[in-house]
């Protein structure tokens, strides 16, 4: 099946938004085996959006049509679709009962006669109700092709897409898909895909799609069968293969769990507390950690020392230390991590320091030079990286580092501590 | 003038990157006032590319394409352009010899004969070199239309279209073009709009575009004109409208000048030192302040209090204050900066706490509810925030709310103390 992403709406060729609509669509499209050939984006125009969809008709047997649905008048999107496949527009009772609803329990103004346009349907479609907004979805089944009409705000649109056109297009060849996501950390993208070619090259079912995030890099298998336990029984040996070849590098398989819930989770799970002492990072490694629900279970209180005094004062870095070895050696960063745990009496500690630019780099010390450090219970492990890339990136780097430096040492840990 | 964007890349298709190409493409279209009517992405599939590029011919001035340039077997894009104008491909020697001198200044590996594919062009093209990476871009002046092709990676394409395409573009109509962003924080997107919607409505030269950012509202205003300074002229009434309108709402009209970046300058400016005490932040406000190169200059030491514990302990917030008020108080809030100024002897501080949810919330304080504190030099001042959104969201809004309070505050302790 071959299918056409149509996104509508000027705000996008204005370059006022970026279109990730496109973006998570390809996705989901990907992981159900279907092949996406062109993603289009046209304004809020209604001739070109009729040939644009004319087009799509022509050569793809689903388009995925997202934005043009609210109140307005610019928004053409069901009018231009009914016109290119040639049905007519029809009151829809259900929608204006549903929006009729959507205005009561918000109390948010009145409604406005062009809220009514919202409830108009093309002819002989399926209507999909709009949980999060008054627009409705629509799934047209044509001659020439399935065409699906979601809402534009990704909030309103990735809930629709997940609870009505996916398992609608997941039924439409009696498969189930089932995905699990390998998620690396410590292992560079080319690295990691080269460890794994021959897998990825006589891949078919499941498939397995790499993804890129900084400082890590994520694997997608999916299996598609006629049942999720057979699709499960088929994932099992590459999994089991990947994790073979990635061994602890490895910290998840599941698509909804990032580094920082894998981190606060395996703390929580032991009892124990985390503090961070964070120079060049300024507060970033804390506030990922924050970022979980419920951090306030391991995480009490944190600093950032930035300046030398900071280090000696909060931290009880030695002045000799800094002295002869710098603020970014390994030797302030391990006592950075020790005495961040003595101040807040924590079981675990995270310290970071380095020279993330664009000044302050000399050529012992370029920038891109980091220390990050981990604590727990008494044992210290500092870790050199050579990072490349803006301070922004550095920064991001260091935390996502130092994030899994104290992963892989809580596992140790527990490994030694039964 | 009518442009149309192809992307070419089967990583956009497959979902594996966000097109964030044409995203700045569009921008940069509507800056210099050519109109964007349609973006296209298509796979590395010679035909289909063929096909689009035929199709953006028969109905727009400009094409713009970005990605395919590679060394490999899969990177058509030169080859299908070719082939959908009708011209040959012939050896570039200058191509040629900044292959060789790319490689021998870095060093890295040895040249293939795919790297040679590199350096064929499109007869007759203009050849536009590639200051950070291998693949060299092209304009062609086609019949029909003007075709730029451009290499996909950003960091190679954006410096490349700065750098020739745009002033290119910029000559074609003898205009030059001015534009200043007017950055506002403070006020809602649709309440900003509401304020200025006469000047928008009325735009021609000077226009108005609003761009939304979480928390913030940015309006580029654009003036094209036979010079610069005429253009500067040109815009000089509607950005003295803009700011008779905004006053203080208005942080900057710099482009690159971010929040952070103007609270950063303004304190070192005036000798002052800046701390940070954070509960639901959890290191987010000093984490952006540290992002800004020279933040070394007025922070020195800040500390995230994640517990009553911890704002008790360091901050020295009174237990009367957080039994009676509770820790999310306006009453806490202003403990924590006052504290936090003390503790690290800075002349300025900013607190936040609140509740950023999911869980944690009652009908007293719901999810949302946050209170951000300022101090400058003896004066506190302290807001009360109701936010809507995830945790993620809540805590993004509330570390740029909290920057915007000391940066007002800054400014109304120079006016008091000038």
Not at 64 to 75: A, C, N
Not at 134 to 140: D, E, K, S
Not at 166 to 172: D, R, V
Not at 282 to 311: F, H, R
Request: hydrophobic share 35%.
């Amino acid at each position: 099946m071959v299918a056409e992403l149509i996104s509508v709406g000027t705000e996008i060729l204005l370059g006022n938004i970026v279109n990730t609509n496109s973006n998570y669509l390809a996705k989901k499209c990907a992981e159900i085996g279907i092949s996406v050939y062109y993603q289009i984006t046209v304004g809020d125009n209604e001739q070109r959006l009729i040939d644009a969809v004319k087009t799509a008709r022509s050569r793809s047997d689903l388009i995925i049509i997202t934005g043009g649905l609210g109140p307005t008048q610019d928004d053409i999107t069901k009018e231009a679709v009914a016109k290119a496949i040639g049905r007519d527009l029809v009151m829809d009772e259900h929608s204006k009962e549903k929006i009729q609803t959507y205005f009561n329990e918000r109390k948010q103004g009145s409604i406005t006669p062009s809220n009514w346009k919202q409830a108009l349907k093309i002819e002989g479609c399926q209507v999909i109700d709009n949980d999060n907004g008054t627009a409705p979805g629509y799934i047209v089944e044509d001659r020439e092709a399935i065409i699906m009409i979601l809402p534009g705000p990704p909030n309103e649109m990735i809930p629709m897409f997940e609870n009505s056109m996916y398992p609608y297009l997941a039924k439409l060849d009696d498969k189930v898909f089932y995905s699990k996501m390998v998620k690396i950390c410590g292992i560079g993208e080319s690295q990691a895909e080269e460890a794994i070619i021959d897998l990825i090259e006589k891949q078919s079912n499941p498939t397995i799609a790499p993804y890129a995030k900084a400082g890590e890099v994520h694997f997608r298998v999916t299996a598609s069968a006629n049942s999720i336990e057979e699709a499960q029984q088929m994932m099992e040996p590459i999994i089991g293969e990947l994790q073979r070849r990635f061994q602890d590098n490895i910290y998840t398989l599941e698509e909804n769990e990032s580094l920082e819930t894998v981190v606060i989770s395996l703390l929580s799970r032991h009892g124990l507390t985390v503090t961070t002492a964070e120079s060049c990072t300024g507060g970033l490694i804390s506030s990922q950690l924050v970022n979980v629900p419920g951090a306030s279970d391991v995480l009490n209180e944190a600093i950032i020392t930035y300046s030398n005094g900071a280090k000696m004062k909060y931290l009880g870095v030695k002045e000799e230390t800094l002295t002869e070895y710098g603020a970014v050696s390994e030797q302030t960063a391990g006592e950075m991590a020790i005495g961040a745990a003595n101040l807040t009496k924590s079981d675990t500690a995270i310290a970071a320091t380095g020279i993330a630019g664009p000044g302050g780099g000399t050529k012992e010390k370029p920038v891109g030079l980091v220390y990050i450090a981990s604590y727990i219970k008494g044992k210290v492990k500092v870790k050199e990286l050579r990072l490349k890339g803006d301070r922004t990136k550095i920064r991001r780097l260091t935390a996502t580092y130092a994030l899994d430096l104290l992963r892989r040492e809580i596992l140790n840990y527990l490994n030694e501590n039964p």
